[in-house]
């Protein structure tokens, strides 16, 4: 089909890395359930543990399309692409730099399992250069960011990080989740390894738990050498669905963008809405960078409502926004990052990322603005009313 890069976004997603069906000439890939493979006289040894039966190994090749690296592989949950890629570059002795405003499972797996290993890790102050720089040390050897950052949206400069990467001779990784491949590709930037939760924006529709990574072939093959024996691979089911999901994940996170941007402009300009964070918009503290580094910018957003207002409540009165843990799919869904993604963080942790109680993280689906915005409107209504009684 010619190279990717001249490849319009959408063809990408609807046909590289598909399986042609010689025999029956169907228009989709073909499932390929086998979890046993010959041996002999065969080109490849394929085997689902070592992540390259037929659909794993297909998908792989629009992953990394997607993503304008040479290779991609697919993992059973986004944590065990962040884990995995984690421990391939990583080992006793060695020192790590993450942000301090960190996706909570990412933080949770630092904190409480890298001691295990021997492993030292700082979190940086900030998100400017002099944050990162300050961070390093004599044995580091991984720089990790996330951006936009969940919750609050801040984004950090990709070409800064590449660049003090580069400086030092260290890896440098990003979690990609929020920004999706549509919205942002740092390898473009210079990013070495980009992770995905694909449960989120590449599933899109609440049905699939999954993970991605995107490198080159150098550093994938060190991923595979450790991740053949830790065994994260994921089922050719789910590999299948989620190449069927990939196929409308540009259509569907560009209508996510422009819905996300009417909704923040919308809550900035409401009484009962405190402060919102989202870095389309043109008072965000990183606007001008977000506007350079990304095509879109993301379905996600977040808001505190006013103190007067309790957040709990206004979630239940909340009719067609779904109060829900995930994000990313068709439909709106709204939670406390406090209850829920960063929930195994302590309190003085949290405070410390700047996520408050009162902190409501909003996935924007696909929905009219108008309906969202009735939603809100009545639920503030119900806690109002409810709180005159």
């Avoid at 940086?124 to 996330?146: C, H, I, M, P, S």
């Avoid at 491949?181 to 590449?202: E, L, R, V, W």
């Amino acid at each position: 089909m010619g190279k990717t890069e001249k490849m319009g976004i959408n063809t990408i997603c609807a046909h590289v890395g598909e399986i042609k069906d010689e025999q029956f000439k169907g228009a989709i890939s073909p499932l390929y359930m086998s979890s046993s493979y010959a041996y002999e006289n065969v080109d490849v040894k394929r085997y689902p543990r070592y992540f390259n039966t037929p659909n794993q190994e297909a998908l792989g090749k629009k992953i990394a399309a997607l993503e304008h690296t040479e290779a991609g592989m697919i993992f059973g949950s986004g944590m065990a692409a962040v884990s995995h890629c984690l421990l391939a570059f990583l080992q006793k002795g060695d020192h790590i730099v993450l942000p301090k405003t960190l996706y909570g499972g990412t933080y949770n797996f630092v904190v409480e399992e890298f001691a295990k290993f021997g492993i030292e890790y700082t979190f940086a102050d900030g998100f400017r250069e002099a944050d990162f720089r300050k961070a390093l040390q004599k044995n580091t050897k991984v720089l990790y960011v996330e951006t936009p950052s969940n919750p609050l949206m801040l984004i950090t400069d990709l070409r800064m990080i590449a660049n003090l990467a580069k400086e030092h001779k260290l890896v440098s990784m990003i979690d990609n989740t929020f920004a999706s491949p549509i919205n942002q590709n740092p390898a473009d930037f210079g990013i070495d390894i980009m992770i995905h939760s694909a449960t989120k924006y590449m599933g899109g529709h609440s049905d699939i738990c999954a993970g991605a990574v995107a490198a080159s072939e150098a550093h994938m093959l060190r991923i595979w050498n450790l991740s053949k024996n830790i065994g994260g691979s994921l089922s050719d089911y789910t590999v299948w669905l989620l190449e069927r999901s990939l196929k409308t994940m540009a259509l569907r996170v560009k209508a996510q963008n422009r819905n996300a941007k009417r909704m923040a402009k919308w809550l900035q300009n409401h009484a009962l809405v405190k402060k919102v964070h989202y870095p389309g918009l043109k008072d965000h503290p990183d606007y001008e960078l977000a506007k350079r580094q990304m095509k879109g910018y993301s379905g996600m957003l977040s808001f505190e409502l006013i103190p007067s207002v309790n957040a709990e409540a206004f979630m239940q009165a909340l009719k067609l926004i779904k109060q829900s843990m995930s994000l990313a799919g068709v439909e709106s869904t709204i939670l406390s990052p406090a209850k829920t993604s960063h929930g195994l963080l302590t309190p003085e942790a949290r405070a410390h990322q700047g996520i408050s109680d009162g902190l409501l993280r909003f996935s924007v689906g696909i929905e009219e603005k108008k309906d969202l915005i009735a939603d809100i409107e009545q639920a503030f209504k119900a806690v109002a009313k409810k709180e005159l009684v």
